[in-house]
């Protein structure tokens, strides 16, 4: 008999619930609070009291409760100078009103503070006073947790690759947004990444989550909810960090059954591709030089005699089918001059451009400069890597305010006199020049804020391997985007696996060994096969990264370029997966969200102003029965999630709060006009 938990922490790559929590389902608030009259409410904190011992399975709690905006304590139990959990440190009054602080409480297992111990009493005692609820983020199955011993028809062990389904109970209840099955990962056969105790409940306990007990002996819970003691725990018997792909998409369920369905943060699952250098070739890669023609460091090559890669007219209407089939919206970041210029040097005409700007109204356009230069230093490239060249004065020579600000401005013309629907506030500058570049260039072009400000550009995009973190550069506002690992300069699978390979194998293999001193790097145990390497191994990676910054929440869009629509479209196969394996796992109401550049620039900037309204301790939000009052700094956008039916009070009147996601209704908002506050009414 197995009599504690399997602790597991490495890292591995990684309908809604509100809409059946009614009023009667609701937090029970009422008699029996300290000091409280038959008649008095209390008042309960929207704040979540984590207890922490360092287990990865509360990490990836916490990580969820920052990133969608989730207030939060933390009590260590590693600090020996922590505060002890009492009665005092759980509840007080305000105002001669009992208050509970947190709403919900975490915890590593069901009693860290040791069975009969005073602060587990002081913890046990404040949940049935105030009704509040409790997640054991991962436990051992056995009686005091609603579950038999696995030695009694249940079972422990890997989970690695193995099915689970939400129940009945869960889609009815915390995990409704979930269309059912799901598979664990396994993403390294040789290594352990999830340990789990499948276990048949008991009475009192309802199972959301369960899997087969493997040799027939039927199904045991791996999430479930155990009623006892006046008491409700939330019991996950399986281990797990924060970028598995089963934890992200439990990771809803989690909070809001945790919460009950009212909080402050806010969580939608987002997904945006770019496709740069439309209109512009793009160089196409040398299997046999190892190197790109054309580029200054590829020796030998000049790019005379190397057929670049443009899409056809074909592949355009290609695209404008694809995306009607799936649904989808591509972001088309265009570079007119360039266009022109192959144009000029084609007869005078271009099939490709009259495709797409046929079908201009399908897609979303975002100005890449009028013809791609770097936008930064003036690159000295005689030598390899690059540096900036230099006045004579020994200062930078920078590219100027004029010219950065024609390459804007001319791109942009040239789109409003085509009628394509552009929005002059986004840019993407080429290579993402202009914005610092390590180690050439550690600051912006000093010229660059202006030529923005010149043209009205408030959103211009990063690389978000090189700046994760948003920040201004001058008026506008960066939104970093992710590198898809499809490359610029291939269109053919045979090609992409063969740069794949030499980046990713080593010397002895015939690869660059780059993936041997690279520390963020590791080599693939041998080359892929170029016939079958992209779709068996790089199609299918670069699909599941996608699908974790998906199921994150993270809105960042991915970048890609038209060269990958092109020839063998080689982009198509990753996106089908992303969107085909994201239908399986989510219920209809809970749909991607395809936000453009500047929607995505501002949701980012909303999540720090609050998180830093939220650090400085400058937001109360309480709910007192069916009301819930929230103020924040002026000025700042409050995230809040609710149930179905919840009204926003206006000044005269209340009107419908927020927008309907994952069976709740959520939304930023701020106080209305000459009021001070957020104030919500439930249903």
Sequence with gaps: ????????????????????????????????????????????????????????SVGAITDRLRSTGVPYT???????????????????????????????????????????????????AYERTYGIPQVDAYTWAHPGVGLDHTDEGGWAGSLDGREATVTEAGRAGPFGYLEGAFTFEDNSPATLESYGYVA???????????????????????????????????????????????????????????TQGVHLGRSRNHFAVHVDDVFAPDSRWDTERNCTPGDFDCAGGDGEGTAPIRMTADDARYAAQWQRERGFTLDMVYNAGSGEQWKSEHGGTDALTAQLLADKGQYRW???????????????????????????????????????????????????????????????TGEHSGLKTLPQQPTDNPNLAGALADNGVRWIASDNSRESGQRAVGAAVTVP??????????????????????????????????????????????????????????????????????????????????????????????????LADYAALFAADTPLE??????????????????????????????????????????????????????????????????????????WTAPELLQSAVTLELP
């Design 74 to 124: 933390t009590v260590d139990l590693t600090d020996p100078g922590r505060p002890a959990v009492t009665e005092a440190f759980l509840s007080d009054t305000v105002n001669g009103r009992p208050r509970a602080r947190y709403q919900g409480v975490v915890l590593p297992n069901e009693a860290p503070f040791g069975a009969g111990s005073a602060e587990q009493a002081a913890l046990e």
């Design 1 to 56: 008999m197995a009599h504690r938990a399997h602790r597991w922490t490495r890292l591995t790559r990684p309908r809604g619930p509100a809409a059946v929590l009614t009023a009667a389902g609701l937090l029970a608030l009422g008699p029996g609070a300290p000091g409280a009259s038959a008649a008095e409410t209390p008042r309960v904190d929207l704040r979540v009291l984590v207890v922490d011992n360092g287990d990865s």
């Design 200 to 258: 048949r409940p008991r009475a009192g306990f309802t199972s959301y989550v369960d899997s087969p007990v493997p040799g027939g002996q039927g199904r045991g819970s791996l999430v479930g909810e155990y009623r006892h003691d006046g008491r409700r725990e939330l019991v996950v018997t399986f281990a797990y960090n924060q970028h598995q792909q089963q934890f992200r998409m439990l990771a809803r369920g989690i909070v809001e059954w945790l």
């Design 481 to 578: 985007r992710h590198p898809m690992n499809v490359y610029y300069n291939v269109s053919t699978e045979a090609e992409m696996t063969d740069e794949y390979n030499w980046i990713y194998t080593s010397r002895a293999d015939g690869g660059s060994g780059v993936c041997e001193t690279d520390p963020t790097s590791t080599c693939l145990p041998g080359p892929l096969d170029p016939a079958t390497g992209y779709d068996t191994h790089i199609a299918p990676q670069e699909a599941r990264t996608a699908l974790g910054h998906v199921l994150s929440g993270d809105p960042r869009p991915h970048y890609v370029h038209q060269s990958n629509l092109a020839e063998d479209r080689i982009l198509y196969p990753v996106l089908d997966k992303v």
């Design 594 to 667: 395809n936000l453009p550049q500047k929607a995505i620039g501002t949701e980012l900037q909303r999540r720090a102003a609050w998180q830093t309204a939220l650090d400085n301790n400058r937001v109360t939000a309480y709910r007192i029965g069916d009301t819930v009052t929230v103020t924040a700094p002026s000025g700042t956008h409050v995230p809040i999630t609710a149930p179905e039916g919840t009204r926003k009070q206006l000044l005269l009147g209340t009107a419908a709060f927020g927008t309907p996601y994952a069976g709740g209704r959520s939304a």
């Design 366 to 428: 975002i100005n890449h400069t009028y013809t791609h230069p770097y936008l930064g230093c003036v690159q000295d490239t005689s030598t390899v890597p690059w540096s900036c060249a230099k006045n004579a004065d020994g200062s930078v020579k920078w590219m100027g305010r004029a010219q950065i600000a024609a390459q804007i401005r001319d791109n942009h013309d040239w789109a409003v006199n085509k009628g394509l629907p552009v929005d002059r506030t986004e840019l993407v």
